[in-house]
């Protein structure tokens, strides 16, 4: 019953390295979502998929790209890193997303 | 725009205080609404939620009623312990962009 899971759970990179944050979940969700959560800031949405195959721009898409490799699995990736994405990275799945989401455990990154 | 406003923090509390959380929305129509609940470390999980007007969520103790006349989901909890110390965003269903669309969050904190 792993739900979403995300790896890595903590990365320090250095300025303009590249990475890519790994999400999956087992729950035969339609939907999935990444955010970033920084202090004082909330959760702003990175980039979300509706549906297998369709990926949208959230409130802070710049610096990022996405991919729905399958119904189970979405990517996060930075092409080169800035200290400005240091912040706590989550993915999250929905079935129907009326319904709720349900988290991953987080990616803490550090940009140096 | 569409948005949710709850109370800032931090909130700090003693065991067995009364704890309300307020939360209102602005939005078109009559959205489903959300709590959900961060702990030290991990990631949002769903702690409650209404879908139509004058419905009341509860879990663990907490709970909150839609009121549309007041477009408001006050989390309120009669007697707090000192587990539940956690960060508590209030969420609403956006339809239109297919979302949820998050408070900033509330920092409680409850003191032995």
């Known amino acids: 019953n792993a739900g979403v899971t995300q790896t890595p759970k903590f990365q320090v990179l250095k300025t303009g390295q590249s990475m890519t944050l790994q999400c999956a979940q087992d729950m035969n969700h339609n939907s999935m979502y990444w955010y970033r959560q920084d202090p004082g800031m909330g959760l702003r949405l990175i980039y979300y998929?509706?549906?297998?195959?369709?990926?949208d721009k959230g409130e802070v898409p710049n610096g990022y790209n996405v991919s729905r490799l399958n119904k189970r699995e979405f990517s996060l990736r930075l092409e080169s890193a800035a200290p400005s994405q240091t912040s706590v990275y989550f993915c999250?799945?929905?079935?129907?997303?009326?319904?709720?989401?349900?988290f991953g455990s987080g990616t803490r990154l550090t940009v140096v | 725009g569409d948005s949710v406003t709850q109370m800032e923090g931090p909130v700090t509390l003693s065991e067995e205080a009364f704890l309300t959380i307020n939360c209102t929305y602005t939005?078109?129509?009559?959205?489903?609404l959300f709590w959900y609940v961060q702990y030290p470390g991990e990631g949002l999980q769903l702690l409650l939620k209404a879908t139509k007007a004058d419905d009341k969520g509860s879990n663990k103790g907490f709970e909150a009623t839609y009121r549309k006349e007041t477009t408001s989901f006050h989390l309120e909890k009669g007697s707090v312990q000192v587990s539940d110390s956690a960060v508590y965003f209030c969420a609403r269903w956006e339809g239109g962009s297919e979302k949820l669309v998050f408070g900033k969050g509330t920092k409680l904190t409850v003191n032995p």
């Open positions: 939005a078109t129509g009559y959205p489903s």
């Open positions: 999250a799945s929905s079935l129907q997303g009326s319904y709720g989401y349900t």
């Open positions: 998929s509706a549906s297998e195959g369709t990926t």
